[in-house]
């Protein structure tokens, strides 16, 4: 009797001693369970910070490409700008340097003096047009001196497009069939890479010097 009693009560002593193990057990589990949700929150802390960083850094970059979009509005019309003032630049150089004294600049390297002299003629024909900014004929010696005015003259393109425009002249003017047609790229100075490239193409180059017109290669094509 005494035995079975005492196995009862090591029994129960090991029932207590299970559940206060379970009962420790189970209070480190809530700590470290607590621990956990707290630093899930703290990483949720810094992800809302992290967003809120994010949509300020979008509300700037959004403020960028508008300040950028308005930048470039404004670049446009200070170029849009820029382009009619060279046009209108352009226009000043046939109009005031290079109409008025043509004729005289003719006369002093061809000798001989032309009795037309049309400024910024332009031709239309069959939906196409050609514009020619000095066209100056001796109609008895039958010479046609084409002058193409360029406000920056040093491309090369500019000159193989009076190239082309040369071609198209018995085209749009069939009254210059059987003149002589004398080519002439003038601007106010030009480079020698230029001069040389006009020289190879046997087109004269005529610029400003002091107060007279030249033509700087005249010799070399003569």
Known sequence: MKATIQDRVNTLEEAIKRVLYIQQQTQIEIQELKQEMEEFKNEMRAF????????????????????????????IQEMKKKWGELSNRLGTLV?????????????????IRPD?????????????????????????????????????????????DFEEKISKLNYFLPEL????????????????????????KRIYGLVVKGDILEIVNFKELQ
């Open 95 to 111: 109009e005031d340097i290079f109409a008025p004294s043509i004729s005289m600049c003719i006369q002093k390297h061809f000798g």
């Open 48 to 75: 809302k910070d992290e967003m809120k960083l994010f949509k300020d850094e979008m509300v700037e970059y959004k403020n960028w490409g508008k300040g950028m979009i308005k930048s470039l509005e404004k670049t």
């Open 116 to 160: 037309v002299v049309d400024k910024n003629k332009e031709v239309e024909k069959e939906g196409d047009n050609l514009e020619i900014d000095i066209l100056a004929l001796n109609r008895e010696k039958k010479k046609a001196f084409v002058v193409e005015v360029k406000a920056k003259p040093d491309k090369k393109e500019y000159i193989e």
């Open 177 to 200: 069939t059987g003149y002589e047609i004398i080519p002439i790229y003038a601007a106010v100075d030009m480079k020698k890479k230029t001069i040389e490239l006009l020289t190879k």
